[in-house]
């Protein structure tokens, strides 16, 4: 089995902005604006045949100097060929959204919806973004960095 | 917003609130609140409203080691229109508080409320944005058993305690009203 990194790269080309291999987790890191493409192609070809999209999160780099905030991670598996892979598509926090991956995988229909909501990243095309963990009224996005750990919320309990 | 017998519209309790005071602490009505709060303590029907980890702890209170059918509690009613104690067990989110209240409101009157466990009472050790910090901020609570979980030793101790409280109270103190919070309705 070839270098699963050098068959995305020899595909896609200048559109995988980064890769690495540490600790054995084979990762690239892509442009978000192409990334639906990529998880098709990564999904539909007979070489990869990634058909289990394993976790889809993200992560908040606020504060540590990295020009895009957030970063989505996505966690792919192909079951034939027990391979696994990692992308990673960075977002700013000015244009905090992304196409969704529904169309391609049902299961990314709850991981977006919870990104959604404790991040606050628009999924484009989902076709049911509202919040699944927190109640309709919350105010704010929890998992962001800058979010007060002693925030109240207006619904019910003591006030802060 | 106090839950008090004033805001109540009916009057529908078992002695008038006028024939009450006129007679005013008559020893008649007090024995005969005396022998209802003797039935009431003794066969109280758990509503176990039960969310988390103290469910784990509460199966083994109601289990044959520490028994709960020794109080005559021993039959959980899963309805609330056939219960009366409605034992609060586990960590309520906020998006489960408005279950709860619809739960409370939908039960009759005389109903009691026992907060099981640390996270009922205070919050417990999620001091965060998703957990309500202690139930009484949306239920009026008649008593109180920390603990994570807490010893079925100390959830008797705190059953005799409700006992007692039952036991002693006037039927003046019926209907109590409705839950603080209420659920709001849905938008369409």
């Known amino acids: 089995m070839a270098n699963i990194i050098q068959i995305v790269k020899d595909r896609f080309g200048d559109l995988v902005l980064d890769s690495h291999s540490q600790h054995g987790d084979d990762t690239v890191i892509v442009n978000k604006n192409s990334i639906l493409e990529i998880m098709q192609w990564l999904r539909d070809n007979e070489a990869t045949n990634f058909n289990f999209l394993m976790d889809l999160t993200a992560v908040d780099y606020l504060g540590k100097g990295k020009d895009m905030r957030f970063e989505v991670v996505y966690h792919l598996y192909s079951l034939e060929n027990n391979i696994r892979l990692r992308v990673k598509a960075g977002v700013t926090e000015e244009d905090a959204t992304i196409n969704s991956l529904a169309p391609l995988w049902k299961g990314a229909d709850w991981y977006e919806r919870e990104v959604y909501d404790l991040y606050g990243i628009l999924f484009i095309g989902h076709p049911n973004m509202k919040r699944i963990l927190l109640y309709e009224g919350f105010e704010g996005h929890p998992l962001r960095k800058d979010y007060p750990i002693d925030k109240r919320q207006p619904l019910i309990g003591p006030d802060n | 917003m106090a839950i008090d017998s004033k805001d109540n519209v ?179």
């Open chain 2, 10 to 188: 009916s009057n529908a309790g078992f002695v008038d609130k006028r024939v009450e005071t006129a007679l005013s602490e008559s020893v008649i009505l007090t024995q005969v609140d005396k022998v209802i709060g003797w039935g009431r303590k003794y066969s109280f029907f758990l509503y176990p409203f039960i969310t988390a980890c103290c469910g784990m702890e509460f199966m083994s209170v109601a289990g044959p080691r520490y028994d709960i059918d020794r109080f005559g509690a021993a039959l959980p009613r899963f309805s609330p229109r056939q219960a009366d104690l409605l034992i609060v067990v586990g960590t309520i989110s906020h998006k489960q508080a408005p279950i709860l209240s619809k739960v409370y409101n939908q039960m009759a009157e005389p109903k009691w409320v026992f907060a099981y466990g640390a996270c009922v009472c205070s919050g417990g050790m999620y001091d965060n944005y998703a957990t309500v910090q202690g139930i009484d901020t949306i239920l009026p609570v008649d008593v109180y058993v920390p603990g994570c979980p807490p010893r079925p030793e100390m959830v008797f101790d705190g059953l005799i305690k409700l006992q007692d409280l039952v036991q002693n109270e006037r039927s003046s103190k019926w209907p109590r009203g409705q839950a603080p919070y209420m659920p709001r309705e849905k938008k369409a």
